[in-house]
């Protein structure tokens, strides 16, 4: 079982960052494939990026790739994932979830753990 908490998100401006961090308890932290995905009002909910157990490995969503800066990390010896974005932009305004798998995936189906979300509004 894995609990996960959101942090981080906020009202900006467009074009200015934000730091997304996700603590998760128990001591499995290090099993998990840890996602991050969003969801926008009105919207399905998207894949944004998701990282391998050791952090070797990182996935992004193709629809992001070049429109925004975007960078996942993790540190698991502090059970925290973090989603980096730069030069954010009004359509980025979501609802962004942390998730956990046993399995690297796109889709939220394959996730079995997931945070309450933290709000990020980027206006113009």
């Known amino acids: 079982q894995v609990q996960l908490i959101e942090s981080g998100g906020g009202l900006v401006q467009a074009g200015d960052s934000l730091r997304l961090s996700c603590v998760a308890s128990?001591?499995?932290?290090?099993?998990?494939?840890l996602a991050w995905f969003r969801q926008a009002p009105g919207k399905e909910r998207e894949f944004v990026a998701a990282i391998s157990r050791t952090g070797s490995t990182t996935n992004y969503a193709d629809s992001l790739k070049g429109r925004f800066t975007i960078s996942i990390s993790r540190d698991n010896a502090k059970n925290i994932v973090y989603l980096q974005m730069n030069d954010l932009k009004p359509e980025d305004t979501a609802v962004y979830y942390c998730?956990?798998?046993?399995?690297?995936?796109?889709?939220?189906?394959?996730?079995?753990?997931w945070g309450q979300g933290t709000q990020v509004t980027a206006s113009s």
């Open positions: 998730a956990a798998s046993l399995s690297m995936s796109a889709y939220d189906h394959r996730y079995d753990f």
């Open positions: 128990g001591r499995t932290f290090s099993s998990y494939v």
